[in-house]
């Protein structure tokens, strides 16, 4: 059973830098395309970065305008987890977090996936 847990979330000032975790099991993250969402306060879920499987697909990556040079997206077999790197954040950044999973292997797939965590939350306040 796919069973995604996100962490790292926290407070941190603008400008400053966090990284996310979304562990994995129940599957091997370079068989999945992994994406990172966020739903803002009052606003709508948005898609922030995705990396699609390594070993079905080509294991690119993409970014929403916004994360591109600030946010990177990766992935670590060993420990079977996704990160989301994030850099000079701002309070526009502010946040609930999720990781989704797509068998499919595809970006594409993630956003209809039923397989997603809990949701870290990232405040960036002064």
């Known amino acids: 059973q796919v069973h995604l847990v996100e962490s790292g979330g926290g407070l941190v000032q603008p400008g400053g830098s966090l990284r996310l975790s979304c562990a994995a099991s129940g599957f091997g993250v370079p068989f999945y395309a992994i994406g990172w969402f966020r739903q803002g306060p009052g606003k709508e879920r948005e898609e922030v970065s995705c990396?699609?499987?390594?070993?079905?697909?080509?294991?690119?990556?993409n970014y929403a305008d916004f994360a591109k040079d600030r946010f990177t997206i990766s992935r670590d077999k060993a420990s079977n987890t996704v990160f989301l790197q994030m850099n000079n954040l701002t309070t526009e950044d502010t946040g609930v977090y999720y990781c989704?999973?797509?068998?499919?292997?595809?970006?594409?797939?993630?956003?209809?996936?039923?397989?997603w965590g809990q949701g870290t939350q990232v405040t960036v306040s002064s």
């Open positions: 989704a999973a797509s068998g499919s292997g595809l970006c594409q797939g993630v956003h209809g996936s039923d397989s």
């Open positions: 990396v699609s499987s390594s070993a079905n697909s080509d294991g690119s990556t």
